[in-house]
T-cell receptor
Framework: EAGVAQSPRYKIIEKRQSVAFWCNPISGHATLYWYQQILGQGPKLLIQFQNNGVVDDSQLPKDRFSAERLKGVDSTLKIQPAKLEDSAVYLC???????????FGPGTRLTVT | GNSVTQMEGPVTLSEEAFLTINCTYTATGYPSLFWYVQYPGEGLQLLLKATKADDKGSNKGFEATYRKETTSFHLEKGSVQVSDSAVYFCALRNTDKLIFGTGTRLQVFP
């Protein structure tokens, strides 16, 4: 069974530029999560989708971050414009449904200079 | 609110040494508790879990017991290997949300 796929694996941008990350969850998984992991900290949930609807985006900085999950499968997370403090690893995870085990992708490491 | 506190690392051990990584939590209700492991360059993997008080989770020689009276879920392994070198995250789940600790880096030397 293929795992959660993410791309790109690494990205370096200058502040005020925009960037987008892509996630392909495990086939059949209804729930998809985006986490931000700043160096030296644990992952923090940014947004959670159930199929193509948003369940929780209370921790998403909506002035600069946006995410979508069209058709309830792949998802993209966008930052526009980026700030230095957005440098982090962005992790995507999926689960069969709410409250099932979450499976994590390898992450995208973003560096904002 | 919900939170997880882990011992700071790095934890440095020689191969075959005994490992303990401390984890305590604060939560309303009755959370499930987890240990995740992150190997270099990889995503988080679930290592073990416990869903109620006094449950013991175990996997790959690691184990942790859900202690409600001390609100703890300490990770232990009797004999570590070089291949166990990784970052270990303690986490709790209340309703559907995973709350992670800050992680503890383990370095095992031959």
């Amino acid at each position: 069974e293929a795992g959660v796929a993410q791309s790109p694996r690494y990205k370096i941008i200058e502040k005020r530029q925009s960037v987008a990350f892509w996630c392909n969850p495990i086939s059949g998984h209804a729930t998809l999560y985006w986490y931000q992991q700043i160096l030296g900290q644990g992952p923090k949930l940014l947004i959670q989708f159930q199929n193509n609807g948003v369940v929780d985006d209370s921790q998403l900085p909506k002035d600069r971050f946006s995410a979508e999950r069209l058709k309830g499968v792949d998802s993209t997370l966008k930052i526009q414009p980026a700030k230095l403090e957005d440098s982090a690893v962005y992790l995507c995870a999926s689960s069969l449904d709410l409250e099932y085990e979450q499976y994590f992708g390898p992450g995208t490491r973003l560096t904002v200079t | 609110g919900n939170s997880v506190t882990q011992m700071e690392g790095p934890v440095t051990l020689s191969e075959e040494a005994f490992l303990t990584i401390n984890c305590t939590y604060t939560a309303t209700g009755y959370p499930s508790l987890f240990w995740y492991v992150q190997y270099p360059g990889e995503g988080l993997q679930l290592l073990l879990k416990a869903t109620k008080a006094d449950d013991k989770g175990s996997n790959k020689g690691f184990e942790a017991t859900y202690r409600k009276e001390t609100t703890s879920f300490h990770l232990e392994k009797g004999s570590v290997q070089v291949s166990d070198s990784a970052v270990y995250f303690c986490a709790l789940r209340n309703t559907d949300k995973l709350i992670f600790g800050t992680g503890t880096r383990l370095q095992v030397f031959p």
